[in-house]
Structure formats: C-alpha cells, structure tokens
C-alpha cells in the first residue's frame, strides 16, 4: 500500500522511477527560494514571514517552509548558495580566461571579473530581478553563513589577488577597501532595481550606463590612496585583529 503524501495524495511512478511527490517537493522548495528572494529584495529581511513566503509561493501548509528548509534562516541560506554558487563558477572561467590573456593581475580585469557576473544576471534579466535587493539586505550578515563560505572559491582568489595589485595599500586597508567596494557595487544595483520598478525617471535609468559608472566609481576607489585626515580609531573586530599576512586568505 502507498503512503500518503502530506496533501493525501498518493505518489504515482514516474518513467525514471522517482515519484511525483519528490519532484513536487523539488518544484515546492524552488518555487519558496524564487518568492523569498523576491519578497525579501522589495520589503526587507524583518518584514517577511515564512507565512508570507509559504503563501506566495502557493503552498497551503504555512509550517512549509519550515518542513523543507528548517527554519527562514535555512531558507534564505538556500536563496544566497544557489545565486553564489553559480556567480562563483563563472567567476572561476573569466578568471581563467583572463590568465590565459596575461590580465590575471591587471586592477581593471580583476574588477570585471569580480563584479561583472552578477551585472549579467541583471542584464540577462532585466524585468524580472531582485537579487541586487535581496544580496544588499542578506548577503553581508548571512552569506558568510552558506557552507561553500569555508571553502576556498573563485571570489577569494579574485580578492586575494586584487589585494596583491593594490599594493600602493597596506593590506588589510586594501582588504577593507574591496569590501566597501562591493557594498557600493550591489547597493547601486539595488537602488537601480527599486527605481526601474517604481519607473523612476529622476535619473539615469539606462542600465547600461549605471554599470560604466559602477565600473568607472570602483576602480577609482581602489587605485585611491589612504587620506590624511583624522580617523578616530576604529572598534576592534575579527577582520582589524587578523594577522596582515592572512587577510585576504579565505
């Protein structure tokens, strides 16, 4: 006799032998990871339920997100590994290309090749994203969170390199430097995102042109000198009391 599913309907073969009920519960948990980063991007992490995302995403059990994640957190961790992941590996082929060229040290190619994988996503899909919004709300606090996070991936050989091509910089200012530097990268796209939605012509709302700016802005950033203003002394914290020689080493 076959069990029931937790809709009571019983599972029926498919030709591969796998039952409807996993592919349903594949096709329920992807259809929960696109509605929580959707909801998350336009309303922020504190203002999204699992309830919320549950209903969005056309599920009549409110506890399922729970069910099939854990718990919202377990939920938003598998938004961020499936963008990351996949923006990892296309880093890992410009990385690869731009080797091949004689450009895996030059300041402008590392820029491009750290930033422009998620400037394609946007580009490939220009009326239907939110992952700008939903990396700028999550993404500093929880990506460090996601497995892959210990493992050493494409980004950390990009920044490590980009720390060695800074070297105008002591390193871990160079290090704190490309942080701040992608903050404002993916916060531009961002605030780009609410106002293409909001069709918010104040100003320059070509996509294309936002992006030379980004580009033009970060390198800037980080060919600049350090200043010779006053900065009161900053609290401590795990990345100012890390050893020089291992910034950037993860």
């Known amino acids: 006799m ?24 594949r096709d329920a948990k992807t259809a929960m990871i696109e509605v929580a980063e959707k909801l998350i991007g336009e309303r922020g992490l504190d203002d999204v339920s699992m309830r919320d ?12 997100v729970q069910y099939h994640f854990g718990s919202r957190d377990g939920l938003i961790l598998q938004v961020l590994r499936r963008r990351l992941v996949a923006l990892d590996a296309e880093r890992q082929k410009r990385l690869a290309a731009a080797d091949e060229q004689g450009l895996g040290a030059d ?3 590392l ?14 899909q220009p009326e239907a994203t939110y992952y700008a919004r939903f990396l700028q709300r999550v993404g500093p606090v929880m990506a460090p969170g996601i497995p892959e996070a210990d493992l050493r ?21 160079a290090f704190e430097r490309i942080d701040l530097a992608t903050q404002m990268f993916t916060g531009a796209l961002a605030v780009y995102e609410d106002r293409r939605d909001a069709r918010n012509t104040v100003v320059n709302t070509r996509f ?4 030379a700016h980004l580009f033009d802005m970060t390198e800037a950033a ?10 009161p002394a900053a609290p401590s914290s795990h990345v100012a009391d890390t ?4 910034v950037g080493s993860r």
């Open 2 to 25: 076959q069990r029931k599913s937790d809709r009571g309907e019983v599972p029926t073969q498919g030709r591969d032998g796998a039952s409807t009920e996993v592919k349903d519960n």
């Open 53 to 64: 995302v549950a209903t969005a995403a056309g599920q009549r059990n409110n506890s399922a």
């Open 107 to 109: 300041l402008s190619t």
């Open 111 to 124: 820029v491009q090749v750290l930033f422009e994988p998620i400037v394609e996503l946007l580009r490939t």
């Open 153 to 173: 991936t494409a980004t950390d050989d990009v920044v490590v390199r980009l720390i060695d091509v800074l070297s105008h910089l002591p390193r871990r200012v």
């Open 208 to 211: 294309e042109d936002v992006v």
């Open 222 to 231: 980080l060919r600049a000198g350090v200043g010779t203003r006053d900065v």
């Open 243 to 246: 050893p020089e020689s291992e």
